[in-house]
């Protein structure tokens, strides 16, 4: 398969094309990185197609003009063209959102599929964000040209690769289809970024990236002074003051990746609180390191509690203040000193590498067309969720013994009806009725479906879990037993013996090794066209024509 990967810079793209490339692919990356600089990151050499040269005068006059829109414009334009012109016929076309619309449309009318990279959440979310943000009153932080250019590569666009789910939530709250959204995590070298636990502490928190109002440094500097720590930032600054002066606080200017680890081995924690970041590749970092974590709900900090095998040693930030800020930097400075010797991302960490990131797109490719589940099972959440009002008579008594009993991580949607909802146990999250076509983003985070319900006569969340591809542990009176015998695959819904928590948790443990064993499987084949509303308004018109 021929791939070619646009990006005007690195990005994260050279290391997917170095990967690909060793998942045998036949890559070519179209950027103006100079080879032997894309070679110094191991991207061998045969898989660089750089623009350095013809792009120089335009990059040039970017540099000069730093700031000016028209310059950066002139830029994309350019290269755009340039590369539409110089880049060779592929079966599949990588491309960096908001720079590439000409190349990408040249590939499609090739019969090339295109992926676009979307590293940051939908455009139109985005500009909403950074509007907010004090500094940039009166300013246009998101310049009408790239919404532009961004919401004609989401048209354009086969598949939009992002890495995380806020913001794969971020694209369905604009009605984007979800179907088109491949959620991949960000890797990490191995090799630069591990545990150094005899390294001496100067520092309790640490905070790796641009010192910027959207990464919530403002929030940082109020909550390391309320608490009195010891804070270094290894970085650039962007668009706030450094209380340089202040002992508390050391800035470092940015240094190589490769020299990130003496920084990060320096200190207790990592905080970042960021107002929008796709996925923080500095949090990846962090967790190599094994430091604990306390970030926002939109920087990937709640994917990666979903994939560590301790995920107490990450905490959200529950909303952006100083104080929630330091509410979460206190419950993770306390793990740290509980941690003894624990490595919390346990065998996770061999998920979070750059080598998996490839194969979990590898793998994406060559399932491209059909039901990408072997992919996205590697990076789900919770292992369990049920969907539903939260009742005695939905059985979910059991499933609180049966989830405690077997330690899973589960996911509740719906109302709170008669049973108290276990808050408080990590190992529980709910999630208040949402409507129903937000329903997916959730049965997409999810492994499998449990439904033991004590009186349904038809639970339609049982057909919606056929619909994901989620294998189902369900009771005999929910309507189960009536898929079972419709499915292609009836093996992948285990009916629940008896009303108890042993039989609920033996339902699952059954329905767990199925899912790991469904190799990208769509257990329901040619029956699901018969669980549509059109199948079900067909069998009534033919009953009304029968009276």
């Not at 189902?472 to 009916?495: H, N």
Request: hydrophobic share 40%; charged share 25%; aromatic share 10%.
């Amino acid at each position: 398969m021929k791939i070619n990967i646009l990006s005007p810079g690195r990005f994260h793209v050279l290391d997917l094309a170095r990967e690909l490339d060793k998942n045998g692919f036949d890559v070519k990356f179209y950027s103006f990185v100079p080879t032997k600089r894309a070679v110094s990151f191991g991207l061998p050499a045969h898989c660089s197609a750089s623009l350095f040269l013809p792009m120089l005068p335009f990059l040039s006059l970017q540099k000069v003009f730093r700031g000016q829109q028209w310059a950066a414009q002139l830029r994309i334009w350019v290269q755009d063209r340039m590369t539409a012109w110089l880049m060779r016929k592929c079966d599949v076309l990588i491309a960096m959102s908001g720079d590439f619309i000409v190349a990408p449309r040249k590939a499609k009318r090739q019969g090339s599929k295109v992926i676009i990279e979307r590293g940051s959440k939908h455009i139109l979310a985005q500009k909403r964000i950074l509007e907010s943000i004090p500094s940039n009153a009166g300013k246009k932080p998101v310049p009408d040209a790239n919404v532009r250019r961004e919401l004609a590569c989401y048209e354009l666009a086969d598949y939009i690769s992002i890495a995380s789910q806020h913001v794969m939530r971020s694209f369905v709250e604009e009605g984007f289809d979800v179907k088109k959204l491949f959620i991949n995590p960000y890797g990490v070298n191995l090799k630069d970024f591990y545990p150094m636990p005899s390294a001496k502490k100067v520092y309790d928190v640490i905070m790796v990236g641009g010192w910027s109002y959207q990464k919530g440094c403002d929030l940082i500097v109020d909550a390391i002074k309320s608490m009195n720590l010891r804070f270094l930032h290894v970085g650039a600054l962007v668009d706030l003051p450094f209380p340089q002066g202040d002992p508390r606080f050391t800035h470092v200017d940015a240094v190589e990746q490769s020299r990130l680890e003496e920084y990060y081995a320096q200190s207790k924690v990592f905080v970042f609180p960021s107002r929008e970041d796709g996925f923080g590749m500095v949090l990846s970092q962090a967790v190599a390191c094994n430091l604990p974590i306390a970030g926002s709900k939109d920087c990937g900090a709640s994917d990666l509690q979903g994939m560590v095998e301790l995920p107490e040693y990450i905490k959200l930030i529950d909303d952006y203040t100083p104080e929630s800020v330091a509410k979460a930097l206190k419950e993770i400075l306390k793990a740290y000193e509980q941690m003894d010797g624990k490595v919390y991302a346990g065998e996770a960490i061999s998920r979070l590498t750059w080598e998996s990131y490839g194969k979990r797109y590898a793998a994406f490719l060559g399932n491209m067309g059909g039901v990408n589940l072997k992919v996205l099972h590697q990076i789900r959440k919770y292992d369990v969720i049920m969907v539903g009002g939260w009742s005695y008579r939905k059985g979910c008594d059991l499933i609180v013994d049966a989830i405690k009993t077997m330690n899973l991580r589960f996911l509740h949607v719906g109302a709170l009806v008669d049973l108290p909802f276990p808050q408080g146990d990590p190992r529980f999250t709910h999630v208040d009725a949402v409507e129903q076509s937000r329903l997916e983003e959730y049965y997409a985070q999810s492994k499998v479906f449990v439904f033991p319900s004590r009186e349904d006569g038809f639970g339609m969340v049982l057909s919606q879990a056929v619909a994901c591809n989620l294998p189902i542990a369900g009771s005999k009176d929910c309507g189960a037993s009536d898929l079972q015998g419709m499915v292609e695959l009836p093996e992948y819904i285990k009916l629940i013996d008896d009303y108890t928590p042993e039989s609920v948790a033996k339902a699952l443990k059954e329905i767990l090794k199925a899912y790991e064993q469904m190799d990208g499987k769509v257990y329901a084949g040619e029956a699901i066209d018969s669980l549509t509303w059109e199948a079900y308004g067909k069998r009534y018109t033919q009953f009304l024509k029968t009276l």
